[in-house]
C-alpha cells in the first residue's frame, strides 16, 4: 500500500522559505511523475509543480519563479523548495503522482504571516 508523508511546512513570515518535503513508501517513484498541490481554505486542491520521471518540470503561474520541485529517487522523495513567500500561499500542501492516482495523504500545513 502506498504512504505519502508531507513535512516542513510551517509558519513563515511574508518574504521567507520552506522546503517541504514527500516521503513515499510502497512504491517506488521513479517511473512516476510526481506532483504538488495545495489547499486553501474554503478552496478546491490545485496543481502547484510536477517533475517528470525525467526531470522535466512545470509549474503553475503562481509558483513559477518561485518554486522550485526536485525528487531524490534514491530516497523514493520528492521536494518543493518555496521562497519569496506570499500570505496567499498559505493551504495545506500535498503530494501525489501527477495525475494523482495514489491515496492522498495528511499533507503539511503552510502558513504565510507576519
Known amino acids: 500500500q502506498v504512504q505519502l508523508v508531507e513535512s516542513g511546512g510551517g509558519l513563515v513570515q511574508p518574504g521567507g522559505s520552506l522546503r517541504l518535503s514527500c516521503a513515499v513508501s510502497?512504491?517506488?517513484?521513479?517511473?512516476?511523475?510526481m506532483g504538488w498541490h495545495r489547499q486553501a481554505p474554503g478552496k478546491q486542491r490545485e496543481f502547484v509543480a510536477r517533475i517528470a520521471s525525467g526531470r522535466n518540470t512545470n509549474y503553475a503561474d503562481s509558483a513559477k519563479g518561485r518554486f522550485t520541485i526536485s525528487r531524490d529517487n534514491a530516497k523514493n522523495t520528492v521536494y518543493l523548495q518555496m521562497n519569496s513567500l506570499k500570505p496567499e500561499d498559505t493551504a495545506v500542501y500535498y503530494c501525489?503522482?501527477?495525475?494523482?492516482?495514489?491515496?492522498w495523504g495528511q499533507g503539511t500545513q503552510v502558513t504565510v504571516s507576519s
Open positions: 501525489n503522482t501527477y495525475p494523482a492516482v495514489w491515496p
Open positions: 510502497g512504491r517506488n517513484i521513479d517511473i512516476y511523475t
